[in-house]
């Protein structure tokens, strides 16, 4: 009897996006701060984000893994809270 060998396939895992959500009470300098030190966007970009968000109410600031783009929701939505602005942050599947 002969057996073939089947080479062991793995996924790559699964990404989902970070999606900051616009309101009307969180300054617009804190979600380039949020940006920048969350998501290690660079000045100009952080901005060209923050300015989606603005005008189309959302804007996705990186892709994770699951577990990552968990804790970058949650480390956001944490900050956010401590510094009085409700801005949302969530994780959806890309």
Same mark, same amino acid.
Request: hydrophobic share 40%.
């Given at each position: 009897?002969?057996?073939e060998?089947?080479?062991?396939?793995?996924?790559?895992p699964?990404?989902?996006?970070?999606?900051?959500?616009?309101?009307?009470?969180?300054?617009?300098?804190f979600?380039?701060?949020?940006?920048?030190?969350?998501?290690?966007?660079?000045?100009?970009? &952080? $901005?060209?984000?923050?300015?989606?968000?603005?005008?189309?109410? =959302?804007?996705?600031?990186? +892709?994770?893994?699951?577990?990552? /783009? &968990? $804790?970058?929701?949650?480390s956001?939505?944490?900050?956010?809270? =401590?510094?009085?602005?409700? +801005?949302?942050?969530?994780?959806? /599947? &890309?």
């Open positions: 009897m002969v057996v060998r089947q080479a062991a396939r793995t996924k790559p699964r990404l989902y996006q970070v999606v900051l959500l616009n309101d009307d009470y969180t300054p617009m300098e979600v380039v701060m949020i940006l920048q030190e969350y998501f290690n966007h660079d000045l100009e970009t &952080a $901005t060209q984000i923050m300015l989606k968000i603005h005008h189309e109410g =959302r804007g996705v600031c990186g +892709l994770f893994t699951k577990d990552v /783009a &968990a $804790t970058k929701v949650e956001v939505s944490t900050a956010a809270r =401590r510094s009085g602005h409700p +801005l949302q942050c969530i994780s959806e /599947a &890309a």
